[in-house]
């Protein structure tokens, strides 16, 4: 058997039905990557959980602040502060939601790959070929 381009012949020089160097580089690719993307996406879901907490903790502190602000009987100015913790939660509501967006970006392509994964195993278990395919 001999290999001409990127299909496999047989001595008698008829195509051997097969996968294609390229679909076992793309298969093999497609399982390299799938453990980094799944760890990544991991990750993104714990910063998510994280920046919740800290969006609460952040709320939570403003209050405070704020409460401590009526209460006093000396004029505190606590106002300045108050306002950056909110543009303080401003922003890790914006990162979150780009986070989010990102997450949601990576799930699909996870979905796509693992479906196009699926559908060239189910094509090279079962032999057939899609017309003009270089397995052929």
């Known amino acids: ?63 405070e602040l704020c409460r401590i602000n009526e209460d006093q009987k000396v004029a505190l100015d606590l106002d300045p502060y108050v306002k950056k913790l909110l543009n303080a939660r401003r922003r890790v509501v914006l990162v979150n939601n780009i986070l989010q967006n990102a997450q949601e970006r990576l799930r699909r392509l996870n979905h796509s790959v693992a479906k196009e994964t699926a559908r060239r195993r189910a094509m090279l278990d079962s032999g057939v070929y899609p017309p003009g395919s270089p397995s052929k």
């Open 1 to 63: 058997m001999a290999m001409v381009g990127s299909a496999a012949v047989s001595g008698a020089g008829t195509p051997v039905a097969g996968p294609t160097g390229r679909d076992l580089f793309a298969e093999g690719l497609l399982e390299f990557l799938r453990p980094a993307v799944q760890q990544l996406d991991s990750h993104v879901h714990a910063v998510r959980e994280s920046q919740v907490e800290l969006r609460e903790q952040i709320d939570n502190l403003a209050t």
